[in-house]
């Protein structure tokens, strides 16, 4: 119906006028690491069972934001594939009608077995967290001796021509001597490795972390090294910087994603694993489409909820963190929002 009244208009249109045609879907939130950025040691008190959302729920909710013009839709946790079956709802998403893209963030720890079945289902990019090359300081960092699975999963990926984004937490005094040899993979590799501000998400509600390696630092840290370094036009809607050393394969990206100075065209949309609607990463609360659902809410409802929040998307990251009614639901673990 929208489609017909809006042929030519995505129908997710914010207040700025910007149009909304990316959805992050959380499928749960768990995950088989943990990393010192992201969560305790211990792990978090996770989400029971039944305040999940069930598949059928996930795919209602994915099948109404196609209908409004949502074109892109990224699988992301915690760890996707921690959800059992995860890979069998990863299918019937792609079938969704309308759906252009469809992609996926991941530690790589269980997904080198799936990958010829995301390629099969169209995943044409995954985006795989890799925070250092070293074994030693992979295991100090996610506290897992994970790191021959990780490789294994990008060279798996390659080998399928699947585009792979490095994702790469910048922290002081843990990693800032792989920033350089991630750098240098680009030389050979297709890939694009992305820098990315460490945020305020580590499940301790601790808004007061700033952090020292905002995207200037890294940037003049990588032209110290490579002063022939190029910037690339950034695509629209694009979170990172993008970057290249000319006669390298690959691309570098940094993500500002503290500093928040991509918000500008951000034309995204979350679900968080309990199908709580977030219009910004940095927002608090949120309105939850699984228990709107699970009372009787119909597909024509939902839209007009799912509209009108999206209307009234903050202008910004920060914007957002200052209209929370609750400032510490912000600095929650990244795995229970999608991150």
């Known amino acids: 119906m929208y489609k017909d009244l809006f042929p030519n208009t995505p129908m997710l249109t914010d207040k700025f006028g910007r149009p909304i045609n990316y959805l992050r879907l959380a499928v749960v939130d768990r995950c088989n690491l943990r990393c010192t950025y992201c969560m305790p040691e211990k792990g978090l008190p996770w989400i029971k069972q039944n305040d999940l959302m069930t598949d059928e729920e996930m795919l209602r909710i994915c099948s109404v934001f196609t209908d409004l013009g949502v074109d892109k839709i990224r699988i992301t946790g915690g760890e996707p594939f921690v959800r059992k079956n995860c890979i069998n709802l990863i299918e019937k998403i792609s079938q969704l009608h309308g759906l252009t893209d469809i992609s996926l963030t991941t530690n790589g720890l269980l997904t080198e077995q799936y990958i010829p079945q995301l390629k099969t289902f169209g995943v044409k990019s995954v985006n795989l967290s890799?925070?250092?090359?070293?074994?030693?300081?992979?295991?100090?960092?996610?506290?897992?001796?994970?790191?021959?699975?990780v490789m294994k999963t990008l060279d798996s990926l390659l080998k399928h021509q699947i585009r792979v984004k490095i994702n790469t937490v910048v922290m002081d005094h843990q990693n800032i001597e792989d920033i350089i040899p991630l750098v240098e993979l680009t030389k050979t590799l297709p890939v694009d490795v992305r820098f990315i501000e460490e945020m305020p998400f580590n499940g301790n509600n601790n808004a007061d972390i700033i952090p020292k390696w905002s995207y200037p630092q890294i940037y003049n840290y990588i032209k110290d090294h490579f002063p022939e370094i190029e910037k690339l036009q950034d695509p629209k809607s694009s979170t990172s910087?993008?970057?290249?050393?000319?006669?390298?394969t690959g691309n570098i990206g940094i993500i500002a994603a503290y500093t928040r100075s991509?918000?500008?065209?951000?034309?995204?949309?979350?679900?968080?694993?309990?199908?709580i609607l977030r219009t910004c990463l940095y927002e608090g609360g949120g309105?939850?489409?699984?228990?709107?659902?699970r009372s009787?809410?119909?597909?024509?409802?939902?839209?007009?909820?799912?509209?009108?929040?999206?209307?009234?998307?903050?202008?910004?990251?920060?914007?957002?963190?200052?209209?929370?009614?609750?400032?510490?639901?912000?600095?929650?673990?990244?795995?229970?929002i999608g991150g």
Do not use: V
Request: overall charge neutral; aromatic content about 8%; charged content about 25%.
């Open 130 to 149: 890799l925070d250092t090359l070293d074994e030693d300081r992979f295991f100090t960092i996610t506290r897992r001796k994970s790191f021959d699975k």
């Open 241 to 248: 910087y993008n970057y290249k050393i000319p006669g390298f």
């Open 262 to 275: 991509f918000c500008g065209d951000c034309n995204r949309i979350r679900i968080t694993p309990s199908g």
């Open 287 to 293: 309105i939850n489409l699984k228990d709107m659902i």
């Open 296 to 336: 009787g809410t119909n597909d024509n409802e939902l839209k007009n909820i799912i509209i009108n929040s999206i209307h009234h998307k903050p202008k910004d990251g920060w914007e957002a963190e200052q209209q929370s009614l609750n400032a510490s639901s912000i600095h929650q673990s990244m795995a229970t």
